[in-house]
């Protein structure tokens, strides 16, 4: 059974931090390049970062530099670093494998809020 679980996610300061962690269980890990998106309110759901191996990595032009998508295979894990936080990069951040479809199993994402 597919599982993927976020979390990490909170209330930050502009300029501020967070490591995001997503779980996974199930066979959507093993063999797949994994991502993580992002929906902020009233917008669609963004690709944020992909993680191909520890050589090849995307990232979108807005948290490019800032952000930092890693990945254990042993735990199953897809981690995203989040540094020098703005407020427009608020929104509920999502993990999945990177051709993921709206339509496709998502978790419930975890919150991110940068606020003064």
């Known amino acids: 059974q597919v599982q993927l679980v976020e979390s990490g996610g909170g209330l930050v300061q502009p300029g501020g931090s967070l490591r995001l962690s997503c779980a996974a269980s199930?066979?959507?890990?093993?063999?797949?390049?994994m991502a993580w998106y992002r929906q902020a309110p009233g917008k669609e759901r963004e690709l944020v970062a992909k993680?191909?191996?520890?050589?090849?990595?995307n990232y979108a032009d807005s948290v490019k530099g800032r952000f930092t998508i890693s990945r254990d295979n042993a735990k199953k894990t897809v981690y995203l670093q989040l540094n020098s936080l703005k407020s427009e990069d608020t929104a509920v951040y999502y993990c999945?494998?990177?051709?993921?479809?709206?339509?496709?199993?998502w978790g419930q994402g975890t919150q991110v809020t940068v606020s003064s």
């Open positions: 999945n494998t990177a051709y993921a479809s709206i339509s496709d199993y």
């Open positions: 199930g066979s959507i890990f093993s063999g797949n390049a």
């Open positions: 993680f191909f191996s520890s050589s090849y990595t």
